[in-house]
C-alpha cells in the first residue's frame, strides 16, 4: 500500500500554504483521497512527481 500524506505534510514538502493545496484540488493539479471522516490525505508518489515537476521548472526558469 502506498504511503498517504496529510495536508500539512504535502504542504511542508512543497513549501506552500495548505489553501494553496486545496486550490490546486479545484484545478485538478493534485487529487487527494479523502479519510471517512471527510479529511484530505495525498498519495506520496503524486507528491514526489509534483516535486519533481516543480524543480524542472525552475531549473527552466533559471536558464
Do not use: D, F
Request: charged residues 25%.
Amino acid at each position: 500500500m502506498e504511503n498517504l500524506l496529510t495536508s500539512h505534510q504535502v504542504a511542508k514538502l512543497l513549501n506552500v500554504w495548505p489553501h494553496t493545496l486545496r486550490r490546486w484540488e479545484k484545478e485538478g493539479k493534485l487529487k487527494p483521497l479523502r479519510t471517512p471522516g471527510g479529511h484530505r490525505r495525498y498519495n506520496e508518489s503524486q507528491v514526489m512527481a509534483l516535486i519533481g515537476e516543480q524543480e524542472v521548472a525552475a531549473c527552466e526558469n533559471n536558464s
